[in-house]
C-alpha cells in the first residue's frame, strides 16, 4: 500500500459534466430495507454491509450458457481477469431447459456448478445476480430458455441467424408458446414458479448473491396485449410478484430484479406501477428495476453514425420507470456488434451517459469459445480469449463504494483524466473505493484531493482508498495521467 503525496487544492480539469450530471438524475426516496440482509435500498442506491453507495460494473455469463453443456465459462481462471478489470458484479445466465429437463426434475449437478461459480465469484469480490434466462421462449424455438416439454411440439427447425428478435414479431409458435405460458395453460406458469424456488434455495446461503433477475425480456404477442398496456398493467407485475413470493418464502434477503416488456423499444413507456391502485410490485421490498439498452437503429443499418439522442432518451425513460417503481436501477444488458461499423464510439457514447447518470450496468457479453449464439458477435473477448479493442473502454475508473453519496462523475477516455465528487456521511469511517486501471495509467497518475480527504493507492488491486474527515460534508477527487515515468 503506497501512500500518495496530495495536494489540497482544487481541481483542474473538472469536466464541467459533473454539474450537468443532475440532469439525469432523479429524487431519491425512502426504501424499506430487507431485513437480515447485507445489502439495502437506499433511494436510488444500493449500499452494502458498511453503508457504503454501490456502483456495480460487469459483464453477463454469457452467451455459451444458451445451448449444452450450458457452461457460462470454461474455468475460474476468468473471473480473475474480471477482477483485474474492475468488475464487481457479474449476471449468471441460467436456462430453464439445463435447470429441468424433464418436469418435476431438477439437474442439480447443474445447480451445483452454478453455485460454485458464484462462490468463486464472490472470493475475488464480484457479486453475482442470477438471471433466468430466454429469447423466442425456446431454443426449439430458435432462441433460449424452456426446456421442450413447456410448449408444444416443434415440427421445423428454426435458425433464425442475427436478426432473431424479429422473430418476436413474425413467428406464431412464438407468440403462441408465450401466450400459453402467462395464461398459465397446462400449469406452465406454475412449474416454472417451483423452479425458481429451486434455484433461489440452492443459492440462499451463497455470499455474494445480489439478487434474482426474474425473466430475461418479457415477451407475449404485438397485438393486442403490448399496445393496449394490459401486459405491463396487469399481466407481468402480477407474474413478478407471484415470482417474487416463492422467492422471499426460501430467501428473504436477496434483492428483486424486473425488466420490461418491449414497448420500450417503440418508444413507449413501460406501464409497470403507472396506476396508484394497482400497485402489485410496490408490495415487493428489495427491488430493483433492471432494464436492456441496445441501439436498435445502429444494429439495422449496421453501423453508429454518432446520434446519442435515441440512447439519451432510452435511459432517461428507465431512470423515469425506476422512480416510479420507487426502485433501484441495473442496466442488466448493453452492448455493441462487434461487426457494426463505428463500434468503438457506440461504446463511448453509452459509457459516458452511463458515466453521467451514475448508473450501474452490466454489459453483454463475455463468451469464450464455442460459436456464437444466432450469429451474435457481440462478445467483448474473441475464442481464444484475446481482448476485443472494445475492452479499454469497458475498462475505465469509478468509485466502486462511496462512504456517503455520489454527486458526479467523469472519465475522458482521451486525456484518462478522472474526477468524482460526493457528499460525504460523517457516520461512516469506512474508505471510498476507486477502481484506477493500470492500463489508462501507465506512467502513474497524479492526484488531487479537495481539503480534509486523505487517499492510499493499492497498485496491486487498482483501487484508490479514500477517508474523509468527520467534519467534511463534501470531497472531490481527480485522477490526471502522467506523459512518461518522471
Known amino acids: 500500500m503506497k501512500r500518495l503525496r496530495l495536494f489540497e487544492t482544487s481541481l483542474p480539469g473538472q469536466s464541467t459534466r459533473l454539474s450537468d450530471a443532475n440532469d439525469m438524475l432523479l429524487t431519491d426516496w425512502i426504501t424499506d430495507d430487507l431485513p437480515g440482509s447485507t445489502l439495502r435500498l437506499d433511494g436510488r442506491w444500493i449500499r452494502d454491509a458498511q453503508g457504503r453507495a454501490l456502483l456495480l460494473r460487469g459483464f453477463n455469463l454469457s452467451a455459451d450458457s444458451k ?39 431438477y439437474n442439480q449437478a447443474y445447480l451445483d456448478n452454478m453455485v460454485t461459480l458464484a462462490h468463486a465469484a464472490w472470493q475475488r469480490g464480484i457479486y453475482t445476480i442470477v438471471d433466468m434466462h430466454q429469447d423466442l421462449f425456446s431454443r426449439e424455438l430458435g432462441g433460449s430458455g424452456a426446456p421442450p416439454w413447456a410448449h408444444p411440439p416443434v415440427h421445423r427447425p428454426r435458425r433464425p441467424g442475427r436478426f432473431w428478435f424479429s422473430n418476436y414479431l413474425i413467428d406464431n409458435d412464438v407468440g403462441y408458446a408465450f401466450k400459453r405460458f402467462w395464461n398459465n395453460a397446462d400449469f406452465i406458469r406454475d412449474s416454472f414458479v417451483c423452479a ?8 440462499a446461503g451463497v455470499e455474494g448473491v445480489l439478487g434474482y ?120 444488458e448493453f452492448g455493441v456488434l462487434n461487426y457494426l461499423r463505428g463500434a468503438d464510439k457506440l461504446y463511448a457514447v453509452t459509457l459516458d451517459l452511463f458515466d453521467r447518470a451514475m448508473v450501474n450496468w452490466v454489459a453483454w457479453n463475455y463468451m469464450v469459445g464455442g460459436e456464437h449464439w444466432n450469429e451474435e458477435d457481440i462478445s467483448v473477448v474473441y475464442p481464444d480469449g484475446r481482448e476485443r479493442v472494445h475492452v479499454d473502454t469497458l475498462v475505465r475508473p469509478y468509485p466502486r463504494a462511496t462512504a456517503g453519496t455520489p454527486l458526479g462523475m467523469s472519465f475522458d477516455i482521451d486525456t484518462h483524466t478522472f474526477v468524482f465528487s460526493y457528499a460525504t456521511d460523517p457516520k461512516n469511517s469506512a474508505p471510498t473505493e476507486i477502481y484506477l486501471p493500470r492500463r489508462h495509467y501507465p506512467h502513474g497518475f497524479d492526484l488531487r484531493l479537495s481539503r480534509g480527504l486523505t487517499a492510499e493507492y493499492n497498485a496491486e488491486r487498482q483501487l484508490l482508498y479514500v477517508q474523509h474527515a468527520p467534519d467534511v460534508k463534501r470531497g472531490a477527487v481527480g485522477v490526471y495521467a502522467r506523459r512518461d515515468d518522471a
Open 67 to 105: 445451448t449444452p453443456p450450458y457452461l457460462p465459462i470454461p474455468n475460474e481462471q476468468h473471473l480473475d481477469r474480471l477482477a483485474s478489470w474492475g468488475m464487481n458484479c457479474i449476471r449468471l445466465v441460467l436456462v430453464w431447459e439445463a435447470l429441468e429437463p424433464r418436469r418435476g426434475e
Open 196 to 203: 425458481w424456488q429451486q434455484v433461489a434455495r440452492c443459492f
Open 213 to 332: 433477475d426474474l425473466f430475461n425480456e418479457p415477451s407475449t404477442r404485438f397485438f393486442p396485449e403490448l399496445i393496449s398496456g394490459h401486459f405491463d398493467r396487469v399481466t407481468l407485475p402480477e407474474f413478478y410478484r407471484q415470482v417474487a413470493g416463492a422467492i422471499r418464502a426460501v430467501d428473504p434477503y436477496r434483492l428483486i430484479l424486473v425488466e420490461p416488456s418491449p414497448r420500450v423499444l417503440m418508444l413507449l413507456p413501460s406501464l409497470i406501477g403507472v396506476k396508484e391502485e394497482q400497485l402489485p410490485l410496490h408490495q415487493v421490498k428489495g427491488l430493483v428495476y433492471a432494464p436492456h439498452i441496445y441501439d436498435g437503429v445502429s444494429v439495422f443499418l449496421g453501423r453508429f453514425y454518432g446520434v446519442s439522442a435515441r440512447l439519451r432518451g432510452m435511459l432517461q425513460l428507465h431512470l423515469k420507470i425506476a422512480a416510479r417503481l420507487r426502485a433501484a436501477c441495473i442496466i442488466g
